[in-house]
């Protein structure tokens, strides 16, 4: 009897050499990892081909609804931001000090911001950080010559200096105001497709209060760097004297050019396009079986069901690593010369290396998370048994935060499904605190995906158990 048994048991590593030859066999099989790997390097080629996008063709964004006056010599700003309206994290609305009114003019501005607090910034490269605070909270820019102070207060009367930064060249003559912005495709890297919806800037302040020794000029209203906006709405300011005003309707930004991980992030740009194909081969490596009646085959070859699936399950993880892996290699490599061709270059943006922590973090991670997903399918394949169910249940599974999260207006859908393993590929804050989920922590969503596989193959375990093959 013992001797029968283990004849008919093959070992864990006899059967996965016989999973390795059912994978390598079957042509379908091969053709959906070459197709994956195909996808991501198309993707990459695609992408870093294209438009570079505005960082590459100026050295800034300034884009933002500004309502001002001229403020000639001395004078301050002071006003409460009553209510901020942006689910993004670096919409800002506040005062601001600025040569003109003309998209690159030198400026210092003082700015809630709903995830990153109080900021003074000035020039498109100084950042100062305040108080952890949003609104409703008070703001006042001192313009003293060529130096601009900025302060944040909680009650409008004590007042707690945030910074001072120096504007050389800055004329008699300079616009004080009001301004809002809401980031949309602006702080955001070209190569990352959004999963939330962006909104524009929207903000009310009230107690507004701007003081000059010269006769107070008319109030303006303009759409800074935004060449084709209609004429702005035709709304003047109350006066100086606790009323609310409301700017709303522009999306955009403020911001310098910087390394915004544009170079890593075209290497995985096509990770998700090329993950359907992956998760086809994962549900038809057990699910065909099934449909075939082949399984009971490998069951009376192999009694024990658990080892069964174990083997199938590192066997596809493996090859599915292996590939993938060689793809967002070969797709980081024939991206970087592209990027650079279109203007994403030296200096704001080195040349990143395959040595580096990040870098290496992304391109082996994110093979990692295509390699869990063929699993995850591989698993729901072994719950439902049919090729016809399996593979639209996880597609459906993996890809609906991609249209449910824009309808939603909420980032919980892509932070708790599989999909949420993308959070291994964030490189910089800019982009990834929006697009990705689970932002500043990469490690939560691959976590987080791994427990949806073990309890998947849990699931498929416990029914290959209980039922005929």
Known sequence: MRAGRRTAGTGFGGLMRAEWTKLRSVPSNLWSLLAAMGLIVLFAVMISSGSPGTYAETPYVDRFRFAHQTLTGDGSIVTRVHEQHS????????????????????????????????RMQARFTTDIAGGAHRAPHWLKLIRAGATISGYESADGRTWRRIGAVSLPGLPPSAEIGLFATAPGGERTVPMRPALMKTGPAKATFDNISVTTPALRPPWRVDDVGREDSPEPPATALPPDDGGAFTLAGLSGDILGQTDDGSRVIAAVAGSVA??????????????????????????????????????????????????????????????????????IGPPAYPDPSLTDPTVFRVLVGTAAFLSLMTVFALGLGAVLRRVAAAVPAAVAMALAPILVTPLSGSPWPQRLAPLAALSIQQVKETDDAFLLPWAGRPWTGPALLTAYVAATLAVGWLLMRRRDA
Do not use: C, N
């Open 274 to 343: 090329g993950l359907v194909p992956l998760l086809a081969l994962g549900v038809s490596f057990i699910a065909s079986e099934y449909q075939h009646g082949l399984i009971r085959t490998t069951f009376t070859a192999s009694p024990r069901r658990g080892q069964v699936l174990a083997a199938k399950a590192v066997v596809l993880g493996g090859v599915t690593f292996a590939a993938t892996l060689v793809a967002v290699v070969a797709a980081f490599l024939a991206s970087q010369p592209l990027l650079r061709r279109q203007g």
């Open 87 to 118: 689910d993004h994290p670096w919409a800002m609305a506040g005062v601001m000090i600025k040569q003109s009114a003309t998209a690159g003019a030198p400026y210092a501005a003082v700015a809630i911001t709903p995830g990153h607090g109080v």
